[in-house]
């Protein structure tokens, strides 16, 4: 194999103890695009067609269903042949079709809504510069439509590509370049999270670390030093090279870089020193000729905290409503199995370090802290927490409880009291939190939820590390618009079960 040959090469130049190594590359042209990609965008491009044509038909359909032979309606009939090609055309103007967002995050979902925006207003302009009274009604059926058809059908598929991924197919190859602990931390979350697209083919540790040690990280190829990314990307066949913070990495030895991975057309990523900041608290902004990044402070006060509680409050109050019914059920259920009681009370620590009762249906027997100093040499949860997949103490309908999460719903009067928030980081206990070192101790500068990053991560399978710090990047980046993404993807975590014990 060529690429391997050229590891060895990198490897060999390593061993003769030469700081950089000159590696003859992979072929003179870029290498092309993968298949898969085309294909992907190829299909975005039809599904987009599709949902235009669909809203045009049911907008002409419903705004003139007794007169579609009408003479006033052949303009249209003309608009429904020409509204899919002009989506589409809106949609690539508006990055839609990118690669680096398709597949993944919610930014492929804006510029869709973004470029209906856009055709919204050009068809009002339109209309009125050609003096053409535009029904309204075929607007307020067909646009509508036309936007919520795209954005369903791209998340069907994506939704199929991430199984894709699951079986390791549809991957992007990735040289990770940084210090082998952070190196090997990045392999491990890319493993995890193989829908995000990403498998590391190789690792460019420092000058200095390069030729000594084990020859891999975390079962990755060392495929040469800082000075070989470009050409360790080459002959592994990496489409992108991505920069862990490290100081050796500076602005020119990234700018150069740059330069080098141009030629191929690997694309570049560079992991910010911020790890947990993100989104809209990041900004460019240029002083003195250099590109400074400017991060705001997280909004943890005011009119967003305001509205984020008005929100909670008026949705729990609503679900506690439809909800009665299966409340009931369970509550017989629970009842039913050894005559405790239904609910279970515990003291948790909220914002502020504020204690207050959380409230949850019964999962174990009778008496079960009692029973948990016994219980705690078996512990399978690094970390503060105390977590068996297999507890005792767990009753048969607490199992089924537990794995649907049904008896975390009490928990709604706690959002309704304001203690808690639909969403936040997991309630603690008052033991854990006299563990909190200075920097875990920011999760309590919100109110804890219902639900959370941990909740749609995979819950009790996370480590005490990974919990934490999916908390942390909550409390930083939070919004209303987050929230509502991750009640969105509780309900498949829930459905799906896993890491819940």
């Known amino acids: 194999m060529v690429a391997s040959s050229g590891v060895e090469a990198v490897r060999s130049g390593r061993a003769e103890g030469r700081p950089t190594v000159s590696v003859p590359r992979v072929g003179a042209e870029p290498p092309r695009p993968r298949s898969w990609i085309r294909a992907y965008v190829a299909g975005l491009v039809a599904l987009d067609l599709t949902a235009a044509l669909l809203a045009a038909g049911a907008g002409t359909a419903v705004r003139f269903h007794d007169a579609l032979g009408a003479p006033s309606t052949a303009p249209y009939l003309y608009l429904f042949l020409l509204l899919p090609p002009v989506w589409v055309l809106f949609v690539q103007l508006g990055g839609g079709y990118e690669r680096r967002f398709v597949g993944l995050g919610t930014e492929e979902y804006r510029r869709v809504a973004s470029a209906a925006l856009a055709l919204t207003a050009a068809v009002a302009i339109g209309a009125y510069a050609a003096k053409f009274d535009l029904a309204r009604g075929y607007l307020l059926v067909t646009l509508p439509l036309l936007l919520l058809g795209s954005l369903v059908l791209r998340y069907v598929r994506r939704k199929a590509l991430h199984r894709r991924r699951a079986l390791g197919q549809c991957m992007s190859g990735v040289v990770v370049v940084g210090h082998r602990v952070a190196a090997a931390e990045l392999i491990r979350c890319l493993r995890a999270r193989p829908h995000h697209g990403m498998r ?41 090279v991505a920069v862990l913070a490290c100081p050796e990495m500076d602005g020119a030895e990234l700018r150069r870089l740059a330069w080098r991975l141009e030629k191929s057309g690997t694309d570049l990523v560079v992991a910010s020193a911020l790890m947990e900041v993100a989104g809209p608290r990041t900004t460019i902004r240029p002083v003195a000729g250099l590109p400074l990044l400017h991060v705001e402070h997280p909004e943890l006060a005011g009119a967003r905290r305001v509205a984020k509680g008005a929100f909670d409050r008026c949705a729990a109050a609503l679900a506690l409503i439809l909800l009665s019914p299966l409340f009931l059920v369970l509550a017989v259920l629970v009842r039913a199995e050894d005559g405790g009681p239904v609910f279970f009370g515990q003291t948790r620590v909220g914002r502020g370090g504020a204690e207050f009762t959380v409230y949850k249906f019964r999962t174990m027997v009778v008496g079960a802290e009692a029973l948990k100093a016994a219980l705690r040499p ?124």
Not at 200 to 223: I, M, R, W
Not at 385 to 394: G, I, T
């Open 200 to 240: 590391v083919v190789g690792v460019c540790l420092p000058t200095s670390d390069a030729g000594e040690g084990d020859a891999e990280v975390e079962g990755c190829p060392v495929v040469g030093a800082f000075p070989d990314a470009a050409d360790a990307a080459a002959l592994v066949r990496a489409d992108t």
């Open 378 to 501: 078996l512990n399978e949860h690094n970390g503060v927490l105390f977590k068996m997949r297999q507890d005792p103490r767990v009753t048969r309908v607490g199992t089924w409880l537990r794995r649907y999460s049904l008896d975390e719903l009490p928990q709604l009067v706690n959002v309704l009291r304001g203690e808690m928030s639909l969403v936040g980081p997991r309630p603690p206990l008052p033991e854990e939190v006299a563990r909190y070192g200075h920097d875990v101790r920011r999760r309590l500068v919100v109110k804890p939820g219902l639900t959370g990053l941990w909740q749609i991560s995979g819950r009790s399978d996370l480590s005490w590390e990974e919990s934490v710090r999916l908390d942390l990047r909550y409390v930083e980046n939070w919004s209303l618009t987050l929230d509502i993404q991750i009640l969105w993807k509780t309900w498949s975590a829930v459905i799906r079960g896993a890491g819940a014990y």
